[in-house]
């Protein structure tokens, strides 16, 4: 069995703010996921953040495709179009 990598330092602050507020922690990181939940840190995955804003009307489409556009070029990750604008 493979030892899960530690969250990122800014997982980490990110993580210990929720904690501190009591606040949702949102990301697109499978071990930070797992991380917060092991102490009891509500978790949302950021698809579904992004989709409720829509939903919710919120954000306009265009709104959230900047906010998608940031993320993928500060964290060099992708996000999965089709699990947002469903």
């Known amino acids: 069995m493979a030892a899960t990598r530690a969250p990122s330092r800014g997982e980490l602050e990110s993580i210990a703010v929720c904690m501190n507020r009591s606040a949702i922690f949102a990301t697109l990181d499978e071990n930070a996921m797992g991380f917060a939940r ?49």
Request: proline content about 2%.
């Open 38 to 86: 092991a102490r009891d840190i509500p978790v949302l995955h950021i698809h579904t953040v992004l989709k409720m804003l829509l939903k919710t009307e919120l954000r306009s489409e265009k709104d959230v495709m900047n906010i998608i556009k940031k993320i993928e070029k500060t964290d060099r990750r992708t996000i999965e179009l089709k699990l947002v604008l469903v």
